[in-house]
């Protein structure tokens, strides 16, 4: 299995603008996170999927932001309009439960979003 | 609110000797606990966890001690070695586990030859 995949991995964009990033997540998990690092608060959960449904959406900063799931293999999340205080690593994670398993999330490589 | 809080944003030691990293949590309904290593440009990979029901789970190298009363846990990490080198995520969930992932702003540990 190739992972959770994410793209684009490395993203530049200016002030105003639509952001679009991506995730495949691994095959027959049925639960899709989406995550921000920041220095300043680390790992922040900003929405949760589970069969496609959105769980989860209370981390989403403002209604810039926006995240789907069409089917169970990919998801979006999408900026608009973008700010530069949006700059950040964005993660991916899937699971096989509604909740973790022993091995908790599997990530992907993630997003690096700077937005100037 | 932080709920799950890592107060060391860094921790140097030396190739050989031990590696302790500590993360403390607030909501006392957290059961489940996890520990993650992120190197740069990856994302987080599960390192060890443990449940509530116990107070200590080892995996070679890497042994995870749970205090709850303290509602406190830490990471050791024995004997380090160079290539542990990354960021030390702890995270944390109620409901045996079934519940998301609340993580800490990690640590980054440096193990120096």
């Known amino acids: 299995d190739a992972g959770v995949i994410q793209s684009p991995r490395h993203e530049v964009t200016e002030m105003g603008q639509e952001v679009t990033l991506r995730c495949k997540p691994i095959?027959?998990?049925?639960?899709l996170f989406w995550y921000r690092q920041t220095m300043m608060r680390g790992l922040e959960l900003l929405i949760y999927?589970?069969?496609?449904?959105?769980?989860?959406d209370s981390g989403m900063p403002e209604d810039r932001f926006s995240a789907k799931m069409p089917n169970a293999s990919f998801s979006t999340l999408k900026i608009q309009p973008s700010e530069p205080r949006d700059s950040a690593v964005y993660f991916c994670?899937?699971?096989?439960?509604?909740?973790?398993?022993?091995?908790?999330?599997?990530f992907g490589s993630g997003t690096r979003l700077t937005v100037v | 609110d932080q709920q799950v809080k890592q107060n060391s944003p860094s921790l140097s030691v030396q190739e050989g000797r031990i590696s302790i990293l500590n993360c403390d949590y607030t909501n006392s309904m957290f059961d489940y606990f996890l520990w993650y290593k992120k190197y740069p440009a990856e994302g987080p990979t599960f390192l060890i966890s443990i449940s509530s029901i116990k107070d200590k789970n080892e995996d070679g190298r890497f042994t995870v001690f749970l205090n709850k009363s303290a509602k406190h846990l830490s990471l050791h990490i024995v004997p380090s070695q160079p290539g542990d080198s990354a960021v030390y995520f702890c995270a944390a969930s109620a409901k045996g586990g079934s519940e998301k992932l609340v993580f800490g702003k990690g640590t980054k540990l440096t193990v120096n030859p």
């Open positions: 994670a899937s699971s096989l439960a509604y909740g973790v398993t022993n091995y908790g999330y599997t």
């Open positions: 999927f589970n069969n496609n449904v959105p769980i989860d």
């Open positions: 095959s027959g998990h049925n639960s």
